[in-house]
Protein backbone atom coordinates (compact mmCIF):
# COMPACT_ATOMS: atom_id res chain seq x y z
CA UNK A 1 0.00 0.00 0.00
CA UNK A 2 1.31 3.16 -1.08
CA UNK A 3 1.49 6.00 1.60
CA UNK A 4 -1.35 8.56 0.64
CA UNK A 5 -3.19 5.09 0.65
CA UNK A 6 -2.09 3.68 3.95
CA UNK A 7 -2.46 6.94 5.87
CA UNK A 8 -6.04 7.40 4.73
CA UNK A 9 -7.07 3.73 5.69
CA UNK A 10 -5.47 4.17 9.30
CA UNK A 11 -7.44 7.70 10.13
CA UNK A 12 -10.94 6.12 9.20
CA UNK A 13 -10.59 2.48 8.82
CA UNK A 14 -12.47 2.60 12.65
CA UNK A 15 -15.22 4.84 11.02
CA UNK A 16 -15.66 2.31 8.01
CA UNK A 17 -15.64 -0.83 11.13
CA UNK A 18 -18.41 1.12 13.09
CA UNK A 19 -20.41 2.83 10.74
CA UNK A 20 -20.24 1.35 7.15
CA UNK A 21 -20.47 -2.47 8.87
CA UNK A 22 -21.05 -3.38 12.54
CA UNK A 23 -19.07 -6.42 12.39
CA UNK A 24 -16.15 -5.97 11.16
CA UNK A 25 -15.50 -9.41 10.24
CA UNK A 26 -18.01 -9.25 7.36
CA UNK A 27 -16.24 -5.98 5.70
CA UNK A 28 -14.43 -8.65 3.07
CA UNK A 29 -15.60 -6.27 0.44
CA UNK A 30 -13.73 -4.95 -1.63
CA UNK A 31 -11.81 -7.96 -1.94
CA UNK A 32 -8.14 -6.29 -2.53
CA UNK A 33 -7.43 -3.49 0.02
CA UNK A 34 -3.51 -2.72 -0.04
CA UNK A 35 -3.57 -1.18 -3.51
CA UNK A 36 -6.72 0.49 -5.61
CA UNK A 37 -7.62 -1.75 -7.94
CA UNK A 38 -10.08 -1.55 -11.23
CA UNK A 39 -11.63 -3.21 -13.99
CA UNK A 40 -11.77 -6.92 -12.61
CA UNK A 41 -11.53 -10.04 -15.59
CA UNK A 42 -12.16 -13.16 -13.62
CA UNK A 43 -11.21 -16.49 -14.83
CA UNK A 44 -11.63 -20.01 -13.30
CA UNK A 45 -8.82 -22.22 -13.53
CA UNK A 46 -8.31 -26.05 -11.92
CA UNK A 47 -10.09 -25.08 -8.99
CA UNK A 48 -9.53 -21.36 -8.52
CA UNK A 49 -11.39 -18.19 -9.45
CA UNK A 50 -8.59 -15.86 -10.75
CA UNK A 51 -9.12 -12.07 -11.35
CA UNK A 52 -7.03 -9.91 -13.37
CA UNK A 53 -7.50 -6.13 -12.51
CA UNK A 54 -5.54 -2.74 -13.45
CA UNK A 55 -4.18 -0.53 -10.96
CA UNK A 56 -5.33 3.26 -9.93
CA UNK A 57 -2.24 4.69 -8.76
CA UNK A 58 -3.08 6.80 -5.63
CA UNK A 59 -3.86 9.78 -5.80
CA UNK A 60 -4.32 9.31 -9.39
CA UNK A 61 -6.90 12.44 -10.40
CA UNK A 62 -7.23 10.60 -14.15
CA UNK A 63 -6.97 7.18 -15.09
CA UNK A 64 -3.16 6.76 -14.34
CA UNK A 65 -2.51 3.26 -14.65
CA UNK A 66 1.07 1.82 -15.44
CA UNK A 67 0.59 -2.50 -14.65
CA UNK A 68 -1.73 -5.06 -14.14
CA UNK A 69 -2.27 -7.60 -11.05
CA UNK A 70 -3.84 -10.59 -10.21
CA UNK A 71 -5.12 -12.34 -7.37
CA UNK A 72 -6.57 -16.04 -6.92
CA UNK A 73 -9.06 -17.87 -4.31
CA UNK A 74 -10.32 -21.40 -4.09
CA UNK A 75 -13.20 -20.09 -1.67
CA UNK A 76 -14.16 -17.02 -2.61
CA UNK A 77 -13.04 -15.30 0.64
CA UNK A 78 -9.63 -15.56 0.90
CA UNK A 79 -7.91 -13.75 -1.96
CA UNK A 80 -4.17 -14.36 -2.90
CA UNK A 81 -1.92 -11.40 -4.15
CA UNK A 82 0.15 -13.10 -6.93
CA UNK A 83 1.41 -8.65 -7.65
CA UNK A 84 2.09 -7.98 -11.13
CA UNK A 85 3.18 -10.02 -13.93
CA UNK A 86 2.41 -7.18 -16.65
CA UNK A 87 3.01 -3.84 -17.01
CA UNK A 88 3.76 -0.93 -19.71
CA UNK A 89 6.88 -2.35 -20.11
CA UNK A 90 5.99 -4.94 -21.53
CA UNK A 91 5.09 -3.84 -24.37
CA UNK A 92 7.93 -1.60 -25.97
CA UNK A 93 5.45 0.28 -27.99
CA UNK A 94 3.25 1.14 -25.51
CA UNK A 95 4.19 3.98 -23.67
CA UNK A 96 0.76 4.96 -21.26
CA UNK A 97 -2.72 3.62 -20.18
CA UNK A 98 -2.51 -0.19 -18.77
CA UNK A 99 -6.43 -0.12 -18.85
CA UNK A 100 -9.44 -2.41 -18.67
CA UNK A 101 -8.03 -6.30 -20.09
CA UNK A 102 -9.43 -10.00 -20.44
CA UNK A 103 -7.67 -13.61 -19.92
CA UNK A 104 -8.43 -16.42 -21.72
CA UNK A 105 -6.89 -19.77 -21.68
CA UNK A 106 -6.02 -22.03 -25.11
CA UNK A 107 -3.24 -24.77 -25.39
CA UNK A 108 -2.12 -24.94 -22.24
CA UNK A 109 -1.23 -20.82 -22.34
CA UNK A 110 -2.87 -17.92 -20.77
CA UNK A 111 -3.47 -14.82 -23.35
CA UNK A 112 -4.10 -11.56 -21.93
CA UNK A 113 -5.87 -9.22 -24.19
CA UNK A 114 -4.74 -5.18 -22.58
CA UNK A 115 -5.89 -1.72 -24.20
CA UNK A 116 -2.77 0.49 -23.99
CA UNK A 117 -1.60 4.09 -26.08
CA UNK A 118 0.34 2.81 -29.31
CA UNK A 119 3.57 5.40 -28.90
CA UNK A 120 3.86 5.71 -33.14
CA UNK A 121 0.13 6.91 -33.14
CA UNK A 122 -0.56 8.48 -30.06
CA UNK A 123 -3.84 6.65 -29.97
CA UNK A 124 -5.12 3.46 -28.02
CA UNK A 125 -5.01 -0.01 -29.35
CA UNK A 126 -5.04 -3.46 -28.52
CA UNK A 127 -2.02 -5.74 -27.43
CA UNK A 128 -1.71 -9.44 -26.63
CA UNK A 129 0.81 -11.40 -24.00
CA UNK A 130 1.25 -14.71 -23.29
CA UNK A 131 2.02 -16.43 -20.29
CA UNK A 132 2.82 -20.80 -19.56
CA UNK A 133 1.10 -20.01 -16.11
CA UNK A 134 -2.30 -17.92 -15.04
CA UNK A 135 0.34 -15.93 -12.87
CA UNK A 136 2.61 -15.08 -15.79
CA UNK A 137 4.92 -13.26 -16.42
CA UNK A 138 3.49 -12.34 -19.41
CA UNK A 139 5.57 -11.51 -22.44
CA UNK A 140 4.21 -10.05 -25.59
CA UNK A 141 3.51 -12.08 -27.85
CA UNK A 142 3.27 -10.27 -31.49
CA UNK A 143 5.88 -7.12 -30.64
CA UNK A 144 3.18 -4.92 -32.00
CA UNK A 145 -0.77 -4.09 -31.78
CA UNK A 146 -2.96 -6.28 -32.87
CA UNK A 147 -5.39 -4.24 -33.63
CA UNK A 148 -5.64 -0.58 -33.30
CA UNK A 149 -8.80 1.46 -34.67
CA UNK A 150 -8.57 4.06 -31.20
CA UNK A 151 -10.90 1.85 -28.67
CA UNK A 152 -10.11 0.03 -25.51
CA UNK A 153 -11.71 -2.89 -23.83
CA UNK A 154 -10.87 -6.22 -25.14
CA UNK A 155 -13.05 -8.80 -24.16
CA UNK A 156 -12.39 -12.64 -25.72
CA UNK A 157 -14.91 -15.60 -26.18
CA UNK A 158 -14.39 -19.00 -27.62
CA UNK A 159 -17.34 -20.72 -28.59
CA UNK A 160 -17.96 -24.17 -28.30
CA UNK A 161 -16.89 -25.00 -31.79
CA UNK A 162 -13.61 -23.52 -31.18
CA UNK A 163 -13.83 -20.08 -32.57
CA UNK A 164 -12.48 -17.74 -30.71
CA UNK A 165 -13.79 -14.11 -30.92
CA UNK A 166 -12.18 -10.68 -29.53
CA UNK A 167 -14.82 -8.00 -28.61
CA UNK A 168 -14.08 -4.73 -27.73
CA UNK A 169 -14.95 -0.78 -27.91
CA UNK A 170 -15.85 2.93 -26.80
CA UNK A 171 -17.26 4.39 -28.38
CA UNK A 172 -18.66 1.68 -31.04
CA UNK A 173 -18.35 -1.78 -30.74
CA UNK A 174 -16.43 -4.35 -32.86
CA UNK A 175 -15.44 -7.79 -33.11
CA UNK A 176 -12.85 -9.96 -34.87
CA UNK A 177 -12.47 -13.90 -35.60
CA UNK A 178 -9.51 -14.72 -33.99
CA UNK A 179 -7.38 -17.67 -35.27
CA UNK A 180 -5.99 -20.65 -33.33
CA UNK A 181 -3.02 -18.81 -32.45
CA UNK A 182 -5.21 -16.30 -30.70
CA UNK A 183 -2.73 -14.04 -31.67
CA UNK A 184 -3.99 -13.18 -34.95
CA UNK A 185 -6.87 -12.84 -36.73
CA UNK A 186 -8.57 -13.97 -39.67
CA UNK A 187 -11.03 -11.00 -42.42
CA UNK A 188 -11.18 -7.71 -41.05
CA UNK A 189 -12.70 -6.20 -38.07
CA UNK A 190 -16.64 -5.91 -38.03
CA UNK A 191 -18.71 -3.14 -36.83
CA UNK A 192 -21.46 -4.19 -33.98
CA UNK A 193 -24.45 -2.05 -34.98
CA UNK A 194 -25.46 -0.52 -32.39
CA UNK A 195 -29.20 -0.11 -32.28
CA UNK A 196 -31.78 0.68 -29.46
CA UNK A 197 -33.75 -2.96 -29.90
CA UNK A 198 -29.98 -4.37 -29.12
CA UNK A 199 -28.51 -2.43 -26.52
CA UNK A 200 -31.67 0.23 -25.40
CA UNK A 201 -32.06 4.05 -24.95
CA UNK A 202 -29.85 6.83 -24.20
CA UNK A 203 -31.58 9.75 -24.08
CA UNK A 204 -29.86 13.64 -24.39
CA UNK A 205 -27.28 12.70 -26.77
CA UNK A 206 -27.48 11.92 -30.59
CA UNK A 207 -23.98 10.63 -31.00
CA UNK A 208 -24.82 8.00 -29.16
CA UNK A 209 -28.31 7.07 -28.73
CA UNK A 210 -28.03 3.88 -27.27
CA UNK A 211 -26.89 2.99 -23.92
CA UNK A 212 -23.37 1.03 -24.46
CA UNK A 213 -20.53 2.73 -23.54
CA UNK A 214 -17.67 0.49 -22.83
CA UNK A 215 -16.13 -2.61 -21.44
CA UNK A 216 -18.01 -5.42 -23.47
CA UNK A 217 -18.62 -9.27 -21.68
CA UNK A 218 -18.85 -11.36 -23.69
CA UNK A 219 -20.05 -15.27 -22.31
CA UNK A 220 -22.41 -18.44 -23.47
CA UNK A 221 -24.19 -19.86 -20.76
CA UNK A 222 -27.21 -23.04 -21.78
CA UNK A 223 -27.12 -22.11 -25.11
CA UNK A 224 -27.39 -18.16 -24.69
CA UNK A 225 -24.80 -15.55 -25.72
CA UNK A 226 -24.75 -12.25 -22.81
CA UNK A 227 -22.72 -9.03 -23.19
CA UNK A 228 -22.68 -7.54 -20.32
CA UNK A 229 -21.58 -4.12 -20.45
CA UNK A 230 -21.23 -0.71 -19.18
CA UNK A 231 -23.78 1.89 -19.95
CA UNK A 232 -24.62 5.10 -20.05
CA UNK A 233 -21.76 7.39 -18.93
CA UNK A 234 -21.38 9.30 -16.62
CA UNK A 235 -22.19 7.44 -14.37
CA UNK A 236 -22.46 4.02 -15.86
CA UNK A 237 -24.68 1.13 -14.48
CA UNK A 238 -24.39 -2.50 -15.90
CA UNK A 239 -26.84 -3.58 -18.30
CA UNK A 240 -26.77 -6.83 -20.96
CA UNK A 241 -28.18 -8.30 -23.87
CA UNK A 242 -28.72 -11.69 -25.37
CA UNK A 243 -28.32 -13.29 -28.53
CA UNK A 244 -28.52 -16.14 -30.51
CA UNK A 245 -24.87 -16.11 -32.00
CA UNK A 246 -21.66 -14.87 -31.24
CA UNK A 247 -22.11 -11.92 -33.71
CA UNK A 248 -26.07 -11.14 -32.55
CA UNK A 249 -28.54 -10.11 -33.44
CA UNK A 250 -28.13 -8.82 -30.20
CA UNK A 251 -31.48 -8.06 -27.72
CA UNK A 252 -31.43 -5.34 -24.74
CA UNK A 253 -32.37 -7.38 -21.55
CA UNK A 254 -31.93 -4.42 -19.21
CA UNK A 255 -29.53 -3.56 -16.47
CA UNK A 256 -27.90 -5.70 -13.66
CA UNK A 257 -26.29 -3.22 -10.96
CA UNK A 258 -27.54 0.60 -10.67
CA UNK A 259 -26.31 3.27 -10.51
CA UNK A 260 -24.19 2.63 -7.16
CA UNK A 261 -20.46 2.88 -5.28
CA UNK A 262 -18.96 5.93 -5.56
CA UNK A 263 -16.74 5.33 -8.62
CA UNK A 264 -18.70 7.04 -12.01
CA UNK A 265 -17.12 4.14 -14.06
CA UNK A 266 -18.13 0.03 -13.93
CA UNK A 267 -16.30 -2.99 -15.68
CA UNK A 268 -18.56 -6.32 -15.28
CA UNK A 269 -17.05 -9.66 -15.73
CA UNK A 270 -18.97 -12.91 -14.93
CA UNK A 271 -18.06 -16.51 -13.90
CA UNK A 272 -19.54 -19.73 -12.37
CA UNK A 273 -17.46 -21.19 -10.26
CA UNK A 274 -17.93 -24.74 -7.85
CA UNK A 275 -21.74 -24.47 -8.10
CA UNK A 276 -22.41 -20.86 -7.63
CA UNK A 277 -22.17 -17.71 -10.43
CA UNK A 278 -20.26 -14.59 -9.38
CA UNK A 279 -20.41 -11.29 -10.68
CA UNK A 280 -17.62 -9.15 -10.18
CA UNK A 281 -17.13 -4.85 -10.59
CA UNK A 282 -15.63 -2.06 -9.04
CA UNK A 283 -16.36 0.92 -6.62
CA UNK A 284 -15.05 3.35 -4.79
CA UNK A 285 -15.55 2.00 -2.05
CA UNK A 286 -11.55 1.92 -0.04
CA UNK A 287 -10.96 4.92 1.92
CA UNK A 288 -9.93 7.88 -0.45
CA UNK A 289 -11.79 5.74 -3.09
CA UNK A 290 -13.65 7.45 -6.28
CA UNK A 291 -13.68 7.29 -9.86
CA UNK A 292 -9.74 7.51 -10.77
CA UNK A 293 -8.87 5.39 -7.22
CA UNK A 294 -11.40 2.42 -7.89
CA UNK A 295 -11.54 -1.24 -6.21
CA UNK A 296 -12.72 -4.31 -7.28
CA UNK A 297 -15.86 -6.08 -5.28
CA UNK A 298 -17.77 -9.01 -6.13
CA UNK A 299 -20.93 -10.67 -5.56
CA UNK A 300 -23.00 -14.09 -5.92
CA UNK A 301 -26.14 -14.44 -7.40
CA UNK A 302 -29.16 -16.52 -9.43
CA UNK A 303 -29.88 -16.64 -12.88
CA UNK A 304 -33.45 -16.67 -13.08
CA UNK A 305 -35.57 -19.47 -14.38
CA UNK A 306 -35.78 -18.17 -17.69
CA UNK A 307 -31.72 -17.36 -18.06
CA UNK A 308 -31.71 -12.90 -17.69
CA UNK A 309 -29.78 -11.71 -14.88
CA UNK A 310 -30.91 -10.57 -11.72
CA UNK A 311 -30.74 -6.73 -10.07
CA UNK A 312 -27.70 -7.13 -7.98
CA UNK A 313 -26.36 -4.45 -5.50
CA UNK A 314 -23.33 -4.18 -3.95
CA UNK A 315 -22.10 -5.16 -0.44
CA UNK A 316 -19.68 -4.77 1.76
CA UNK A 317 -20.05 -8.13 2.85
CA UNK A 318 -18.81 -9.81 -0.63
CA UNK A 319 -20.39 -13.68 -1.50
CA UNK A 320 -20.43 -16.68 1.55
CA UNK A 321 -16.95 -18.43 1.55
CA UNK A 322 -16.69 -21.64 -0.20
CA UNK A 323 -15.11 -24.01 2.21
CA UNK A 324 -13.14 -23.82 4.62
CA UNK A 325 -8.79 -22.96 5.67
CA UNK A 326 -6.25 -25.22 6.02
CA UNK A 327 -4.37 -23.97 8.92
CA UNK A 328 -2.47 -26.71 9.00
CA UNK A 329 -0.97 -26.56 5.86
CA UNK A 330 1.47 -23.60 4.64
CA UNK A 331 -0.31 -20.45 3.59
CA UNK A 332 0.79 -17.43 2.10
CA UNK A 333 0.81 -14.48 4.23
CA UNK A 334 -0.60 -12.94 1.14
CA UNK A 335 -3.52 -14.55 1.58
CA UNK A 336 -6.47 -12.89 3.51
CA UNK A 337 -10.19 -11.68 3.25
CA UNK A 338 -8.98 -8.35 4.54
CA UNK A 339 -5.41 -6.51 5.16
CA UNK A 340 -5.23 -3.16 7.26
CA UNK A 341 -2.42 -0.90 7.05
CA UNK A 342 -0.25 -3.64 5.60
CA UNK A 343 1.40 -3.57 1.66
CA UNK A 344 2.61 -6.60 -0.30
CA UNK A 345 5.45 -6.97 -2.20
CA UNK A 346 8.05 -9.26 -4.26
CA UNK A 347 9.87 -11.47 -1.55
CA UNK A 348 13.59 -12.54 -2.16
CA UNK A 349 12.38 -16.07 -1.62
CA UNK A 350 9.83 -16.11 -4.39
CA UNK A 351 6.25 -15.10 -4.94
CA UNK A 352 5.21 -12.06 -2.57
CA UNK A 353 5.56 -10.92 1.20
CA UNK A 354 3.63 -8.71 3.24
CA UNK A 355 5.78 -5.79 3.92
CA UNK A 356 5.60 -1.99 5.73
CA UNK A 357 4.15 -3.80 8.99
CA UNK A 358 3.49 -1.17 11.83
CA UNK A 359 1.60 -1.54 14.84
CA UNK A 360 -1.67 -2.72 15.18
CA UNK A 361 -2.14 -3.24 11.32
CA UNK A 362 -3.79 -7.04 10.88
CA UNK A 363 -4.69 -9.89 8.47
CA UNK A 364 -7.72 -11.33 8.54
CA UNK A 365 -8.20 -14.82 7.10
CA UNK A 366 -11.53 -15.83 7.05
CA UNK A 367 -12.96 -19.45 7.96
CA UNK A 368 -9.70 -21.42 8.95
CA UNK A 369 -10.92 -24.73 10.59
CA UNK A 370 -8.99 -25.77 13.48
CA UNK A 371 -10.76 -28.68 14.10
CA UNK A 372 -10.12 -29.96 17.40
CA UNK A 373 -6.99 -27.21 18.26
CA UNK A 374 -3.79 -26.46 17.01
CA UNK A 375 -0.60 -26.59 19.47
CA UNK A 376 1.83 -24.10 17.55
CA UNK A 377 2.05 -21.69 15.34
CA UNK A 378 5.12 -21.02 12.87
CA UNK A 379 5.99 -18.35 10.86
CA UNK A 380 8.55 -16.99 8.10
CA UNK A 381 9.63 -13.66 8.98
CA UNK A 382 12.10 -11.10 8.22
CA UNK A 383 13.09 -7.20 10.21
CA UNK A 384 15.44 -4.50 9.61
CA UNK A 385 14.64 -2.95 12.67
CA UNK A 386 14.11 -4.68 16.25
CA UNK A 387 11.19 -6.73 15.00
CA UNK A 388 7.61 -6.99 16.76
CA UNK A 389 4.90 -9.47 17.63
CA UNK A 390 2.92 -11.47 15.83
CA UNK A 391 -0.61 -11.80 18.01
CA UNK A 392 -2.71 -14.81 17.37
CA UNK A 393 -6.74 -13.75 17.88
CA UNK A 394 -10.07 -15.10 17.04
CA UNK A 395 -13.02 -12.99 15.80
CA UNK A 396 -11.82 -9.84 15.63
CA UNK A 397 -8.76 -8.14 15.95
CA UNK A 398 -9.22 -7.31 19.37
CA UNK A 399 -10.39 -11.29 19.61
CA UNK A 400 -9.62 -13.66 21.90
CA UNK A 401 -5.91 -14.14 21.90
CA UNK A 402 -4.80 -17.66 21.00
CA UNK A 403 -0.67 -16.85 20.57
CA UNK A 404 1.83 -14.72 19.97
CA UNK A 405 4.99 -14.76 18.27
CA UNK A 406 8.17 -12.67 19.06
CA UNK A 407 9.99 -11.07 16.16
CA UNK A 408 13.48 -10.33 16.84
CA UNK A 409 15.68 -8.54 14.19
CA UNK A 410 16.73 -10.55 11.80
CA UNK A 411 19.73 -7.67 9.92
CA UNK A 412 17.21 -6.97 6.64
CA UNK A 413 13.99 -6.78 4.99
CA UNK A 414 14.96 -9.65 3.31
CA UNK A 415 16.64 -11.84 5.51
CA UNK A 416 13.98 -14.73 6.57
CA UNK A 417 14.16 -16.68 9.35
CA UNK A 418 11.35 -18.85 11.11
CA UNK A 419 9.91 -18.85 14.75
CA UNK A 420 7.41 -20.87 16.67
CA UNK A 421 5.36 -20.58 20.11
CA UNK A 422 2.47 -22.31 21.26
CA UNK A 423 -1.12 -21.65 20.87
CA UNK A 424 -4.02 -23.11 23.22
CA UNK A 425 -7.60 -22.64 22.31
CA UNK A 426 -7.89 -22.05 18.92
CA UNK A 427 -10.50 -25.18 17.85
CA UNK A 428 -13.63 -25.13 15.60
CA UNK A 429 -13.82 -22.77 12.04
CA UNK A 430 -12.94 -19.26 13.31
CA UNK A 431 -11.86 -15.95 11.49
CA UNK A 432 -8.16 -15.89 11.88
CA UNK A 433 -6.59 -12.56 12.46
CA UNK A 434 -2.99 -11.77 12.58
CA UNK A 435 -2.60 -8.57 14.55
CA UNK A 436 0.77 -7.24 14.22
CA UNK A 437 1.95 -5.13 17.80
CA UNK A 438 5.35 -3.45 18.94
CA UNK A 439 7.01 0.23 18.79
CA UNK A 440 7.03 2.62 16.32
CA UNK A 441 7.68 2.09 12.48
CA UNK A 442 8.09 -0.68 10.13
CA UNK A 443 8.06 -3.74 12.51
CA UNK A 444 8.85 -7.02 10.55
CA UNK A 445 8.15 -8.70 7.09
CA UNK A 446 5.72 -11.92 6.82
CA UNK A 447 6.36 -14.23 3.98
CA UNK A 448 4.29 -17.56 5.11
CA UNK A 449 2.47 -19.05 8.33
CA UNK A 450 1.34 -22.43 9.12
CA UNK A 451 -0.52 -24.39 12.84
CA UNK A 452 0.40 -27.50 13.66
CA UNK A 453 -2.59 -29.77 14.98
CA UNK A 454 -2.68 -30.42 18.42
Not at 66 to 78: C, E, G, I, L, T
Not at 348 to 357: K, Q, S
Not at 385 to 406: D, K, N, P, Q, Y
Request: charged share 15%; with cysteine.
Amino acid sequence: MRPALRTVLCTVGLLLTTVLFPSAARADNPIVQTIYTADPAPLVHNGRVYVYTGHDEDGSTYFTMRDWHVYSSSDMANWTDHGSPMSLATFAWADANAWAGHVTPRNGRFYWYVPVRDRATGSMAIGVAVADSPTGPFRDAIGRPLVNNGEIDPNVLIDDNGQAYLYWGNPRLWYVRLNTDMISYSGSPTQIPLTTAGYGTRTGNASRPTLFEEAPWVFKRNGLYYNVFAAECCSEFIAYSTAPSATGPWTYRGAIMPRQGGSFTNHAGIVDFNGGSYFFYHNGALPGGGGFTRSVAVEKFTYNADGTIPTINMTTAGPPQVGTLNPFVRQEAETSAWASGVETEASGEGGMNVGFIENGDYIKVKGVAFGNGASSFTARVASGTGGGRIELRLGSATGTLVGTCTVAGTGGWQNWTSVTCPVSGATGTRDLYLRFAGGSGYLLNLNWWQFTSG
